[in-house]
Each structure stands twice: as structure tokens, then as C-alpha cells.
């Protein structure tokens, strides 16, 4: 459904928008239509197929926590060159870089999927060098609910110059329609409030150039206003002896269209007995579940290995 020009500009005061927006966001993108791939480790499998959970990982503590980084500063730097059709409007945009010194702050939790199975790179990095696993999920199991939303992640500098300039024309919009008001400093305040919530979505779907062979999507929770509507709840797990938040995103349950879980592949390393206990365990949550050994081999030092 086509978003209205008022659907850009929240109400602070209601945390209801938040099961849409990814919608509002994405408005003129197309809609995912096909599987994506989550690498993991044993241990990370074990957990999945005991509660049916995928764990999101703070960004502040992911491998490249600069990542939000770099969308705020892009941000603040087409805030800082904007000029628009309102004075008034482009007043409340150029206040952008200020509000992003805060926004650093902000709680943002993503899961990551990569659109293709047996990337070997991902094998390598994710999946414990192919002694791992490779989840393939269905499009219908990413969709928008509880405050998640799904995006596709941006590589390039232009292109997401494009999409901060594009997320700004649109409450721009926004604001030419209701700007003729007696609430002139309601309108200012809930214009600003919006454009720092849709900067700060978008913030998490910019990457490095370098990384862009990963064609990485991503399951994004971000705090919202005070979540008094869809909380957030947040637990700790140790790795590599470091406490670490997480917030549980349901990948099974009366919410969730089944089957969502498509697929198990089996990393090279993964002995046909345990592949056999993996299928047996899978089979408690996700009855419909294909479980199959990765068709990609081995490789270490130029030698392929058994």
C-alpha cells in the first residue's frame, strides 16, 4: 500500500507506527521475494533449534562497530549541503548534524543474512571454516512485525547519498502538506522527531565499500521513543570472555508464517552423524525443514580435504 505523505511524520507520543514503518521506509523499494542465508556456528545452531530464537548483536560490538558511524556522518553531511522548497523546513534539517551526536548512543541490534548459500567467505568467517551451518530462511519469516524491519544493505557512497537525500525529499513532502497550521512549533517539533527517526533507521543499512561481495541483508530492532508499546528487551551472553547484549528475534511461533525455516545446510566439515542428530533435532521446531550437506568443499592450503 502506498504510504501518505502523513505517515512521515510521527507522533511521538505512539510507538504504534513502528510495526509499519519499514514499509513507509521502503516504500518505493521492492519487496524481498526470495530466501536468505544466515551463517552460524554449532553452538549458534544448538540455541536456534532449542528456542526458535535468532540472537541480535549490538552493533556497538559487531566486527566493524564503526558501521553506524558512517551512516550518521553521511547524515550529517547531506543535512549540512540541503536546500529544499521551505525555509522553515530546511531550518529543521540543517539541526540534523547536532541531533546525531546523540544518536551514536542509540540501541540498534541486527541480525545478518547473505543472499547466497555456500559463500565461501562466509563459510570461513561465520561457520567456524566450514565446521558451521547455513540457515535459509523465507522471505514471509523476515517480514516487519514487533518493532523488526528487513533492508538490504548499501555499498555505495552515491547510492546512499541518494537515500538519506530521498528519505529527506520525502518529509519534505510531509511537511508541504500540513505546513499550513496554527500548531507552527508542534509541526516544527514532530518534523524533527521524524526526520531523526528515519535518519536513524536508515543508518544501519550502510556499509563499506570493501564488504559489498557479502551482499548482506539484515533484520534491524532500533529503540525507539520508550518503547512503552513494543518493548525491547535486552539479555547478555559472554563471548570471548566480554559481556555482550542481544535481543531474541522469534523465528517460530503463532506469528510467523510457516515454514520459515527452509533449509539447514551442513558445513563440509560436519561429520553424516551429526548431520543425522541435526535433522532429528531440527524436526522439533521445524517439521518441513530440508537438512542437507553443503555441495561446496573444503579447502586448506591449496588441498582439498575430506
Same mark, same amino acid.
Given at each position: 500500500?502506498?504510504?501518505?505523505?502523513?505517515?512521515?511524520?510521527?507522533?511521538?507520543?505512539?510507538?504504534?507506527?513502528?510495526?509499519?514503518?519499514?514499509?513507509?521506509?521502503?516504500?518505493?523499494?521492492?519487496?524481498?521475494?526470495?530466501?536468505?542465508?544466515? =551463517?552460524?556456528?554449532?553452538?549458534?545452531?544448538?540455541?536456534?533449534?532449542?528456542?526458535?530464537?535468532?540472537?541480535?548483536?549490538?552493533?556497538? =560490538?559487531?566486527?566493524?562497530?564503526?558501521?553506524?558511524?558512517?551512516?550518521?556522518?553521511?547524515?550529517?553531511?547531506?543535512?549540512?549541503?540541503?536546500?529544499?522548497?521551505?525555509?522553515?523546513?530546511?531550518?529543521?534539517?540543517?539541526?540534523?548534524?547536532?541531533?546525531?551526536?546523540?544518536?551514536?548512543?542509540?540501541?540498534?541490534?541486527?541480525?545478518?543474512?547473505?543472499?547466497?548459500?555456500?559463500?565461501?567467505?562466509?563459510?570461513?568467517?561465520?561457520?567456524?571454516?566450514?565446521?558451521?551451518?547455513?540457515?535459509?530462511?523465507?522471505?514471509?519469516?523476515?517480514?516487519?512485525?514487533?518493532?523488526?524491519?528487513?533492508?538490504?544493505?548499501?555499498?555505495?557512497?552515491?547510492?546512499?547519498?541518494?537515500?538519506?537525500?530521498?528519505?529527506?525529499?520525502?518529509?519534505?513532502?510531509?511537511?508541504?502538506?500540513?505546513?499550513?497550521?496554527?500548531?507552527?512549533?508542534?509541526?516544527?517539533?514532530?518534523?524533527?522527531?521524524?526526520?531523526?527517526?528515519?535518519?536513524?533507521?536508515?543508518?544501519?543499512?550502510?556499509?563499506?565499500?570493501? =564488504?559489498?561481495?557479502?551482499?548482506?541483508?539484515?533484520?534491524?530492532?532500533?529503540?525507539?521513543?520508550?518503547?512503552?508499546?513494543?518493548?525491547?528487551?535486552?539479555? =547478555?551472553?559472554?563471548?570471548?570472555?566480554?559481556?555482550?547484549?542481544?535481543?531474541?528475534?522469534?523465528?517460530?511461533?503463532?506469528?510467523?508464517?510457516?515454514?520459515?525455516?527452509?533449509?539447514?545446510?551442513?558445513?563440509?566439515?560436519?561429520?553424516?552423524?551429526?548431520?543425522?542428530?541435526?535433522?532429528?533435532?531440527?524436526?522439533?521446531?521445524?517439521?518441513?525443514?530440508?537438512?542437507?550437506?553443503?555441495?561446496?568443499?573444503?579447502?586448506?592450503?591449496?588441498?582439498?580435504?575430506?
Amino acid at each position: 500500500m502506498k504510504a501518505t505523505a502523513d505517515d512521515w511524520l510521527i507522533d511521538p507520543d505512539d510507538d504504534a507506527y513502528a510495526n509499519g514503518f519499514s514499509n513507509v521506509l521502503n516504500e518505493d523499494a521492492p519487496a524481498l521475494d526470495h530466501t536468505l542465508f544466515h =551463517y552460524t556456528t554449532e553452538a549458534g545452531l544448538d540455541g536456534f533449534l532449542r528456542t526458535g530464537d535468532l540472537w541480535a548483536t549490538s552493533v556497538a =560490538y559487531m566486527d566493524d562497530p564503526s558501521e553506524v558511524q558512517l551512516g550518521s556522518m553521511l547524515n550529517s553531511e547531506v543535512a549540512r549541503n540541503w536546500s529544499g522548497r521551505s525555509y522553515e523546513y530546511d531550518r529543521i534539517v540543517r539541526m540534523i548534524p547536532d541531533w546525531f551526536k546523540d544518536d551514536l548512543q542509540r540501541d540498534r541490534f541486527v541480525i545478518s543474512f547473505c543472499s547466497e548459500p555456500d559463500y565461501l567467505l562466509a563459510w570461513r568467517a561465520y561457520a567456524a571454516d566450514s565446521s558451521g551451518y547455513c540457515l535459509e530462511f523465507s522471505p514471509t519469516a523476515l517480514q516487519t512485525r514487533d518493532g523488526w524491519y528487513v533492508a538490504k544493505i548499501e555499498y555505495g557512497k552515491e547510492e546512499q547519498r541518494k537515500e538519506v537525500f530521498r528519505i529527506l525529499t520525502r518529509l519534505e513532502r510531509a511537511f508541504l502538506s500540513v505546513q499550513r497550521t496554527p500548531h507552527q512549533q508542534f509541526l516544527r517539533q514532530r518534523t524533527a522527531i521524524s526526520a531523526a527517526m528515519w535518519l536513524s533507521l536508515v543508518a544501519p543499512t550502510f556499509k563499506a565499500a570493501q =564488504y559489498a561481495s557479502e551482499q548482506e541483508w539484515r533484520l534491524i530492532r532500533v529503540r525507539l521513543a520508550n518503547d512503552t508499546q513494543i518493548p525491547l528487551t535486552v539479555g =547478555y551472553r559472554l563471548r570471548g570472555g566480554e559481556r555482550i547484549p542481544y535481543v531474541a528475534r522469534p523465528m517460530v511461533g503463532p506469528e510467523v508464517p510457516n515454514p520459515s525455516l527452509a533449509r539447514i545446510l551442513c558445513g563440509a566439515r560436519v561429520s553424516d552423524a551429526t548431520i543425522a542428530d541435526v535433522r532429528r533435532l531440527a524436526q522439533e521446531l521445524f517439521p518441513e525443514c530440508e537438512v542437507v550437506k553443503s555441495k561446496l568443499e573444503f579447502r586448506r592450503r591449496g588441498r582439498m580435504m575430506p
